[in-house]
């Protein structure tokens, strides 16, 4: 069966496709790609997955990057600074 490994970062993105045996997992996936020391999550099409997750013919399997700010503290942060150019007055 056919399936694809995707990992990306800004700007670019790399795309392996491969034939695995039937009832093969993610992380047999990754290691025929030899992206398999691969430590961040993984998601098959966009939903989580562990490498023991089985895989499907035609499967797309992503490779997610950690994330470099906690997006509830990024959205916080951004607001903080838009309501500080805002004039704030006394009553």
Known sequence: ???????????????IALEVP????VGGAMDAS?????????AV????????????DGDRIELL???LADPKQARRTR????????TRTKR
């Open 65 to 67: 990057r950690p994330l």
């Open 22 to 25: 039937a009832g093969s997992t």
């Open 45 to 56: 099409f966009g939903v989580r997955a562990t490498r023991a997750t089985s895989l499907h």
């Open 79 to 86: 607001a903080d600074a838009r309501l500080g150019s805002v």
């Open 34 to 42: 030899r992206w398999g020391q691969h430590s961040a999550e993984v």
């Open 1 to 15: 069966m056919q399936v694809t490994l995707i990992r990306a970062w800004p700007g670019r993105f790399e795309e």
